[in-house]
């Protein structure tokens, strides 16, 4: 996207012209209403946070569809992951220690 010096739309536009809009570009990626509208709410806040440049954008409403895209992508790899029970590796296992067994250190010669 390119810059220009300002944007002639302001945040509280860019909001009440495009909610509607993003909410059902993420239930339309997700499937579901209301992972939609938390997309579309984080994607609106990262704007927020970042207006100086998103403001400035020629685009500011692509930069807000395309975070909720991004969103929904790494939403879609979540739930996969957690499907396939890939989620969380189990801590490495230390290999059987006996009681006679002795630490290398102690039988070391210096």
């Known amino acids: 996207m ?10 509280e536009e860019l909001y ?3 909610w509607r809009k993003v909410v059902a570009l993420g239930w339309s990626l997700t499937g579901s209403r209301s992972v ?3 997309l579309a709410q984080d994607a609106f806040l ?6 100086s440049h998103v403001g400035r954008l020629e685009a500011p409403g692509a930069w807000v569809r395309r ?3 991004n969103r929904a992508v790494s939403h879609r790899r979540r739930l996969r992951v957690a499907a396939s029970g890939a989620g ?3 801590p490495p296992a ?5 009681p006679t067994s002795r630490c290398p250190i102690s039988t070391a010669r210096w």
């Open 16 to 18: 009440q012209a495009d």
């Open 46 to 51: 990262d704007a927020y946070r970042r207006w």
């Open 94 to 98: 230390e290999p059987p220690r006996s």
């Open 67 to 69: 975070a909720v895209a």
């Open 2 to 11: 390119t810059e220009t010096t300002v944007s002639p739309l302001g945040f």
């Open 36 to 38: 939609g509208e938390e």
């Open 88 to 90: 969380a590796a189990p």
